[in-house]
């Protein structure tokens, strides 16, 4: 069975962080699979798919299917995650990248290896395309929060963003921040400076903790 011939068939997914994920797997393309779920469209990017079996019909029935909302890319062209990530700008979005929790906001920047997010909880976000598990757009009579569109600005920020995750980090020394959306004590701080691919901050009782870059999911200001 070659990768198309798997579309249009039933699975479950295991992806990283041990989330399950059962739908019909509706498109594939060259780092991206999409998955409905009987709801929406979530477009999981190859890299965190753990393994996939093919579901039972037992566990098909169990499945509740609505009605499908309009897919937010072309089903003509070969799909990708940046193409994804680029159609779904605008668009309020659900996104998952840590193991806690997801993320509600729309996309505003695509930059070389993370997005710029726009949160109305967190507010500017950049999120690393590494860790992005993944997105699932909102339908169009869907608010996040059920927040009007004048309480969610347009351009939020007005600021300009580095080509790079690790140099938009660079451009925080001196500023506090949380990273991974305050998984833990140690991610919270005011930066310090980066070394050696760790990012040094300064902890609420200034002792320093050096956070390995690669890890970093998220990053917003305090």
Sequence with gaps: MNSKDKIGKYIKLEISGKKMISGLLVDIGSDLWVVFNGNDYLYIPIIHIQNWQFLKHDEIAE???????????NHNEEISLRKT????KGIFTEIYVTSKQALHGYIISIMNNYFVFYSPIYKTMFISLHHLKWLIPYTSNQRPYGLSNSSLPVNPSGHTFARSFEVQIEKCVGDLIVFNIGENENVIGKVQGIKNNFVELISAKEDPVFVNMQHIKT???T
């Excluded at 499945?63 to 890319?73: A, L, R, V």
Aim: hydrophobic share 45%; aromatic share 12%; charged share 10%.
């Design 219 to 221: 990053v917003h200001m």
């Design 85 to 88: 990530l680029t159609a779904a």
């Design 63 to 73: 499945i509740s299917f609505n009605d499908e909302p309009t897919p937010i890319y």
